[in-house]
């Protein structure tokens, strides 16, 4: 036997072998693209939890979007804990140089994942392809929002709601 191998017993008599790689990224689904994130902010509360800033995540080949609430700055290492859960690990990370998206611990993660970051130039928004995608989904959650006569405090819950058809 390996060192490696899990002895699991199962409903018969008999015992399954399992193998798990020693290396945790790869246990790992990989989506097999480079994703961009970025920082949403609001300046009303959301009804969902109060949060007035949401993590913005979309993938740059198949333009797959998911939004999560943040509290604080610490919680952006959640959300993305959270989308690689979710969704699968990204080969890129794209970020703009805001202080929560360069800090140690989410270095740490990208390390911990073998995935790639990359931070765009300060004061170039272009680079960054979270900002265009962005954007689209603004303009359409205004209007969804003005057109239904949503309630500024329902921001978070239209804007998913935006993402999940865009999607």
């Known amino acids: 036997t390996t060192r490696f191998a899990k002895f699991v017993p199962q409903a018969g008599?008999?015992?399954k072998k399992i193998f798990q790689s020693p290396n945790p990224a790869a246990n790992v689904n990989r989506r097999n693209e480079?994703?961009?994130t970025d920082i949403i902010y609001s300046?009303?509360?959301a009804v969902d939890d109060g949060s007035i800033k949401a993590s913005?995540?979309?993938g740059r080949s198949s333009l797959f979007g998911e939004a999560y609430t943040l509290q604080s700055g610490k919680d952006f290492i959640r959300r993305l804990w959270d989308s690689i859960r979710n969704h699968g690990a990204m080969d890129k990370l794209i970020s703009d140089s805001d202080k929560i998206e360069i800090s140690k611990k989410v270095k740490d993660v990208l390390r911990y994942m073998f995935i790639e970051g990359w931070?765009?130039?300060p004061k170039f928004q272009h680079q960054?392809?979270?900002e265009r995608r962005y954007?689209?989904?603004k303009h359409n959650t205004q209007w969804l929002m003005n057109t239904f006569m949503v309630p500024a405090f329902g921001w978070f819950l239209a804007l998913t709601y935006v993402i999940y058809i865009m999607n």
């Open 135 to 137: 954007q689209t989904t």
């Open 56 to 58: 913005y995540f979309v």
């Open 43 to 45: 300046s009303t509360p």
């Open 13 to 15: 008599s008999h015992i």
């Open 34 to 36: 480079a994703v961009a």
């Open 119 to 121: 931070q765009s130039e």
């Open 128 to 130: 960054n392809y979270a």
